[in-house]
């Protein structure tokens, strides 16, 4: 009797183990994917933005010039006409909306230095090398202290489009077919690209904190070891240069301790968290740059 107890104690025992380290493992798989959850929810966002109806639009351009290059004039006439009328009512859905309508989003991660011990060593070294006017030195260092989501999102001035498209057509109609080419070339030339950078730490520290929200009352220490994970992001963010100063992270790691202290003591709330959440999303807004 006394070996069966003995067995099922160790069986407990190695359970319970097992148990504890699947626990560890689910608070480290959502670190370890915390960088590329962070992208692809940008990218979510972003591939939302883009307006369908304008990616048509710009894409029939490029068939009537294609019509034309190959002597097809009937079928590029045709053709033209409803891209005339397609984005006459582009431009009138958007108007006082929009003026650049979004046709193609890119996003790309950039990854760099992401240990906050090796960040600080690295940004000491290059505020020195620009101190002692060898930028050289600090361009290499400042490239490795990136750690980013950039976005590269194409417009169409609507508007400048429906102007150069509506006189393509009337070149066509008068049997102009070169200047309808040249005209058609300026149109789809029109595009705009803006590139968008977001800090990734930033994006990351507010995903890891939605992430403890799902868990803190079933599993307060994944949510205490998601949210201090959260706090060294956002000081991450603030020594590669995303937030310039400690005072305006300040107030986000004060929260984030209050919020780690609620968990331990069992008074944690979902409102807690939200706020955090909000509070982490303004500071990412305010430190994203588009050029």
């Known amino acids: 009797m006394n070996k069966v107890l003995s067995v099922l104690l ?16 689910t608070a480290q798989n959502l670190i370890d994917s915390s960088g590329k959850r962070s992208t692809q929810k940008v990218k979510e966002q972003q591939i939302d933005k883009v307006i369908k109806k304008a990616v048509e639009a710009y894409a ?23 891209l005339k009328k397609e984005v006459a009512e582009l431009e009138k859905e958007y108007k006082g909306k929009l003026e650049r309508l979004p046709i193609e ?15 600080e060593r690295l940004a000491k070294e290059a505020k020195k090398a620009v101190n ?19 976005i590269e999102t194409v417009y169409l001035p609507i ?23 040249a005209q058609l ?11 968008t950078i977001i800090p990734k730490p930033l994006a990351i520290a507010s995903l890891l904190v939605e992430d403890a929200s799902k868990v803190f009352e079933k599993d307060p220490k994944t949510a205490l070891q998601l949210l201090e994970e959260a706090k060294r992001q956002i000081k991450l963010a603030k020594v590669l240069g ?10 986000l790691i004060e929260q984030i301790e209050k919020l780690e202290e609620q968990i331990k003591n069992k008074t944690g709330k979902k409102e807690s968290f939200k706020k955090l959440f909000r509070s982490i ?11």
Not at 10 to 25: H, N, Y
Not at 140 to 145: E, K, P
Not at 185 to 195: C, F, K, R
């Open 10 to 25: 160790s069986l407990l025992l190695v359970a319970g183990l097992s148990f504890a380290e699947d626990k560890q493992k």
């Open 159 to 181: 508007k400048l489009f429906r102007e150069a498209v509506v006189l393509a057509d009337k070149f066509l109609q008068e049997n102009k077919v070169k200047d309808a080419i």
């Open 185 to 195: 070339q300026v149109a789809l030339g029109l595009i705009e690209i803006d590139t």
């Open 105 to 119: 989003v890119r996003v790309i991660e950039v990854s760099g230095i992401t240990d906050l011990k090796e960040a």
């Open 60 to 82: 029939k351009g490029g068939q009537v010039l294609f019509l034309l290059t190959h002597g097809k004039v009937d079928e590029a006439k045709k053709l033209l006409a409803e």
């Open 132 to 150: 002692e006017n060898d930028f050289i030195t600090a361009r290499f260092i400042l490239n490795s202290l990136r750690d980013e989501i950039v």
């Open 281 to 291: 999303e303004e500071m990412k807004e305010k430190a994203t740059q588009t050029k």
């Open 242 to 251: 995303y937030v310039r100063t400690e005072e305006e992270i300040k107030p």
